[in-house]
């Protein structure tokens, strides 16, 4: 508003040109040209009408834009643990918020923006600090996949299987058509060809393809899978269920060639 009314000042008392004005008040000559014709429409030169403060000048130029206090919070701690259930997205629960709630409901980009700030606001958090070539953390995705068997034509729902590095998150995935044992394995072996070598530890998640006795504090990975930690001479973390990667075991062995 100040700019504005140094605007109409310079031009309807000191008669400059749109041009000496821009270069007076740092603005461009279409800014200057904006503001005067706005003025002009609604009725306003200068000097001011009498007992016209910066607010009412707003008001009269651009209308009142102030947004009445109509939205609905969302229930951000609710987000929060639903976004942990799998196949559940930001997008699916802002959809269900507007849906439920109508014109009260802030728009898609404003529940991220509210949601992010909120999570911001949480203290809780836990540092993990990877070395290189330490941990390969392993694991199947939630959701299938749709494929076309070559042989037979019939659509199969494959199994994700993933390997990430802790240090630097380089990620190897595969498709396979089941989670069993046999699977399991070549997998991990392809994984290792594809990064080139082998970390010091394997962690993997409390899945049955890798652990026979499943425990909240000390799960037991099958023998196969012990076995081929052996053969590679390295160690393994199974994590326990609702702790994905903490440790439970210890090393069995030294580090073979390492992943860098």
């Known amino acids: 508003m100040q700019q504005i009314k140094e605007v109409l000042r310079l031009y309807h008392k000191g008669k400059l040109a749109y041009s000496q004005i821009a270069l007076a008040c740092g603005l461009s000559k279409g800014v200057v040209g904006k503001y005067l014709s706005l003025a002009k429409a609604k009725g306003i030169g200068w000097p001011l009408p009498e007992g ?9 130029l651009f209308g009142d834009n102030t947004r009445p206090k109509r939205y609905v919070e969302p229930d951000f ?4 643990q639903e976004l942990k259930r799998k196949g559940v997205t930001l ?10 709630h109508g014109e009260r409901a802030y728009r898609y980009s404003q529940f991220c923006f509210h949601s992010q700030r909120w999570r911001k606001r949480q203290k809780r958090s836990m540092r993990q600090l990877h070395r290189a070539g330490e941990k390969l953390f392993i694991d199947y995705c939630g959701p299938t996949v749709p494929i076309v068997d070559a042989t037979s034509g019939e659509l199969r729902q494959a199994q994700v299987f993933v390997a990430v590095l802790g240090a630097s998150s380089y990620t190897y995935a595969e498709a396979t058509w089941t989670q069993e044992l046999p699977q399991w394995i070549a997998s991990h072996q392809r994984a290792f ?18 652990v026979t006795k499943a425990c909240r504090y000390d ?11 052996r053969h590679l001479r390295l160690g393994h973390l199974t994590g326990r269920p609702g702790f994905p990667a ?3 075991l210890a090393r069995e062995g030294v580090r073979s060639k390492t992943v860098r």
Not at 77 to 80: F, G, K
């Open 219 to 229: 799960p037991q990975p099958n023998a196969t899978y012990r076995e081929l930690a």
């Open 77 to 80: 701690a609710a987000i929060h």
């Open 91 to 100: 997008q699916l629960l802002g959809s269900e918020y507007s849906a439920v």
């Open 52 to 60: 016209m403060d910066e607010a009412q000048l707003q008001s009269r």
């Open 246 to 248: 903490l440790p439970c």
């Open 193 to 210: 060809a594809f990064f080139g070598g082998v970390v010091e530890l394997l962690v993997p998640d409390n899945l049955r393809s890798g």
